[in-house]
């Protein structure tokens, strides 16, 4: 399987992206999670959106160094996202799927790509810290600047509204319904 390398800011390369495709990103991003999005709707985007990647984690840092910087689930972002992606933003970087509302809104304008859960120091092994915005909502509510060195993501949204979450769900769900229905037979 190939693997696309990604850099920032994000261009129209991404349209091209499909759901499942292995890629890596390397260049600026931006960590945001709730107080992060409802500031920036008040305040304002404190860093060029065009092309941007937001990555919905709250990292560890300690002495100017990221220690740990894994997925923080990005459902909980489902209502803030959308005013990034008017403004500009192309990527979003998570763990667990978005909302059937994000997946539109991502159509033809960008991605969500998907981080392994648990891989906090992986993540960080990749990272060097370069800034930082709305440093008084604590440390895991920031806008920390993070430059990455070939990140491993999997594109779980693509921008023509295939999700990969949805489709495990949807398997789930139908693989459930037949297994119940073969016991019931049985039972019966």
């Known amino acids: 399987m190939t693997v696309t390398d990604l850099c920032t ?35 304002g985007i404190p860093f060029d959106p065009c092309g941007a990647v937001v990555y919905h984690c709250g990292p560890v840092i300690r002495d100017g160094r990221i220690i740990a ?10 209502a803030l996202t959308g005013f990034l992606l008017d403004n500009g933003v192309k990527g979003l970087i998570g763990k667990g799927g978005m909302s059937r509302q994000v997946v539109d809104q991502l159509r033809n304008r960008g991605v969500y790509l998907a981080f392994t859960g648990g891989c906090a120091a992986l993540a960080a092994a990749r ?46 769900q139908q693989q459930f319904k037949k297994r119940f229905r073969e016991r019931k037979e049985v039972v019966d």
Do not use: C
Request: glycine share 8%; aromatic share 6%.
């Open 127 to 172: 990272m060097k810290l370069r800034g930082g915005f709305y440093e008084d909502l604590g440390m895991a509510e920031a806008v920390w600047a993070i430059e990455l060195d070939h990140l491993p993501l999997v594109v779980a949204i693509d921008a023509s509204g295939n999700d990969l979450f949805e489709g495990v769900a949807r398997n789930a």
């Open 9 to 43: 800011p994000l261009s129209h390369e991404v349209l091209f992206l499909r759901a499942g495709d292995r890629v890596t990103l390397s260049g600026m991003v931006y960590t945001a999670r709730d107080e992060a999005h409802i500031r920036m709707q008040e305040k």
């Open 69 to 78: 910087a894994g997925p923080t689930t990005s459902a909980r972002l489902n």
